[in-house]
């Protein structure tokens, strides 16, 4: 059985009509909404699965890498760095619209309240990470950027925005005629609802709960990826997910972490023996690869940041300091345990220069999105940025009444436009059966699925199992063997899962007749359609008071689980954040951008290369 074959009920229409809903509320979706709700006549909402505060930008310690006027830097450098720590997958001219516009859409920060660092002399401060060849890193609160920005920003939406939903889990997109028109929500009491939009803006961050070792908060599930995927809409560069080096080693979840900047200043990986065995302003796969491999080496679990050289570290990083405090560790007289952990998803939902991805009418920004900017291994600090620029890039577009991609950045590939980096497109021919094809289908036609079966125990222990087979087979290092075994987990855990899903119909869809003992007899009733919302029928007609919300973040990164593994299993090289153990070297034959196409939207160009047309 497939993801979500099971019968009855229907979810709700309440018929919300916007010009643009943006789902997520870090960096991305927060720009996004303000710069929209600006243009004024433009009806803009935001939906957001916890509250408006809570994303992966708040946790964000490092800070925003731009070249601001009166740096001794430029921009051509902040673009070389950028390349070079993505390993020959970047986009140039998605690169280059990152580091040119990037300090505009930081001045436009500053403009909306966020108050970043300053030297004595009143200059901004700027900080040196890993392959950055000089110090351009804005940081705010020594190392507390991300909750800086995100203050701003919510403080902006709260002024402009007036459509804001909190505690909504998005399900599925609604595709109809080839378009995106909205999206099916479990509203805060689980009742399934439409909200119908002109545009979705896909903002919905990462997916480090892939791993049972992470920086990101529980909320990082890759919602509007998978929902992508099960859509048949193109998402690229999975096998990039980047494990951060210095993630404090202890029990913790999310695990803290000792930014990028406090190496920067000079601290030290020490092993076991107290040897220093990497550049520690390499990039992030290079010491996370070093440090994995160390520790195979020494048969530890951890190794050591010797930071004890860094002067007045409480007042430069205070609340770094803080969180080590609270557990006992003191900075300035001991080394402290670290190990990589999962940090960032360099793939995501493929775009163009604007945002737009191959399906009309939805956009993608943020950690959600492959830009083509980050290629195999993000520059750090280069995240709030992407999300800031590319944001803005994304209002602009759909206020200008743009719909469809261009072949531009990341796409160009796509389109085999030149000089984009080739695209291996992997739909229902993918060898592992992992993409989306088997899910893909029309939401109007055929309804959504709920994973409302099982008690949130129940949930919590199977993303468990997910998130250590995950970490066992598809970490640091991978080999064919370890994804294989990742992938039965990963194959069983589905399995499960789908055997007591149930399918609620869309309101346009037949009405199937209604199972013996389940409520509400007729789900396209009055009732249904708003009157009472706690009735039996707006929950689908068969609440069975399992953590619908919890089994869809499961089936959502379960989801993304096959695509990663899929990927790294095709990618038989070492590069930027996947490597390989039986293929250590970089290949000239992978240099291509491994993509995952559905049958529901298949794009190919048009004769001339110049637009697109839907297929299947
Ligand atoms: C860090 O401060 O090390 C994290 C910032 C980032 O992920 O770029």
Request: aromatic fraction near 4%; charge should be negative.
């Amino acid at each position: 059985m497939g993801l979500g074959d099971a019968v009855d009920g229907s979810y709700r229409d309440r018929s919300v009509d916007l010009d643009v809903l943006v789902l997520g509320s870090g960096v991305a979706g927060l720009s996004t909404a303000i710069r929209l709700a600006r243009h004024g006549s433009i009806r803009v909402g935001i939906l957001t699965k916890g509250s408006l505060s809570q994303s992966a930008t708040r946790w964000a310690q490092g800070g925003i890498a731009a070249v601001l006027d009166g740096a001794a830097d430029s921009t051509d450098l902040h673009l070389a760095d950028t390349l070079g720590a993505g390993a020959g997958l970047c986009d140039v001219d998605a690169v280059r619209v990152l580091v040119d516009e990037g300090p505009e859409r930081v001045k436009d920060l500053m403009a909306l309240g966020a108050v970043f660092d300053r030297e004595e002399a009143g200059r901004l401060a700027v900080a040196r990470e890993g392959g950055h060849s000089t110090a351009r890193v804005l940081h705010a609160g020594g190392s507390a950027t991300g909750a800086e920005v995100e203050r701003a920003l919510v403080a902006g939406v709260e002024a402009e925005v007036s459509w804001i939903r909190e505690g909504w889990f998005a399900i599925d997109l609604l595709t109809e005629s080839g378009e995106c028109t909205g999206v099916v929500a479990l509203d805060p009491e689980g009742i399934p609802q439409t909200i119908r939009a002109r545009n979705v803006v896909l903002a919905t961050g990462g997916a480090g709960q892939l791993f049972e070792v992470t920086t990101n908060p529980p909320g990082a599930t890759g919602d509007g990826i998978a929902m992508a995927l099960r859509a048949g809409v193109a998402v690229a560069d999975m096998e990039f997910m980047q494990f951060h080096p210095t993630a404090l080693h202890h029990p913790v979840m999310p695990r803290p972490l000792l930014s990028e900047a406090l190496r920067g200043h000079g601290a030290l990986l020490r092993d076991v023996q107290g040897e220093r065995f990497v550049d520690e302003l390499s990039p992030r796969d290079v010491v996370s690869r070093a440090m994995a491999g160390r520790m195979a080496d020494q048969g530890v679990d951890h190794l050591w940041l010797d930071a004890t050289g860094i002067g007045s570290f409480s007042e430069r990083f205070g609340n770094i300091a803080s969180s080590l405090a609270h557990l006992g560790l003191d900075p300035s007289s001991e080394w402290l345990p670290v190990a990589p952990a999962a940090h960032y998803l360099s793939g995501g939902v493929l775009t163009d220069l604007a945002g737009a991805t191959c399906l009309p009418g939805l956009w993608a920004a943020g950690e959600a999105a492959c830009t083509g900017v980050h290629g195999a291994n993000r520059l750090a600090s280069n995240s709030l940025l992407e999300g800031l620029v590319f944001g803005a890039r994304v209002a602009d577009a759909i206020a200008s009444g743009a719909r469809s991609p261009s072949p531009t950045g990341a796409m160009a590939g796509m389109l085999g436009a030149a000089p984009g980096v080739p695209c291996l497109l992997i739909g229902d021919q993918a060898p592992w059966g992992a993409t989306s094809s088997a899910d893909s289908r029309s939401v109007a036609d055929s309804g959504v699925v709920l994973y409302d079966h099982m008690k949130a125990s129940e949930v919590n222990a199977a993303r468990r199992t997910l998130q250590a087979a995950m970490t066992a087979g598809a970490g640091v290092l991978r080999s064919r063997s370890s994804l294989d075994r990742a992938l039965g987990v990963v194959e069983d855990l589905e399995e499960r899962l789908c055997r007591g899903a149930r399918r609620v119909p869309g309101m346009d869809a037949p009405v199937r007749p209604t199972p013996a003992g389940a409520r509400g007899a007729d789900a396209r009733g009055a009732d249904a359609r708003g009157g009472d919302a706690r009735g039996g029928d707006a929950r689908g007609g068969d609440a069975r008071g399992g953590d619908a919300r919890g089994g869809g973040e499961l089936a959502n990164l379960l989801t993304l689980a096959k695509a990663l593994l899929c990927s790294a299993g095709l990618r038989e090289e070492t590069r930027g954040a996947h490597a390989r153990a039986e293929f250590p070297a970089r290949s000239d034959d992978w240099h291509r951008r491994i993509v995952h196409t559905g049958p529901l939207v298949a794009c190919v160009p048009s004769p001339d290369g110049r637009s697109w047309k839907e297929a299947g």
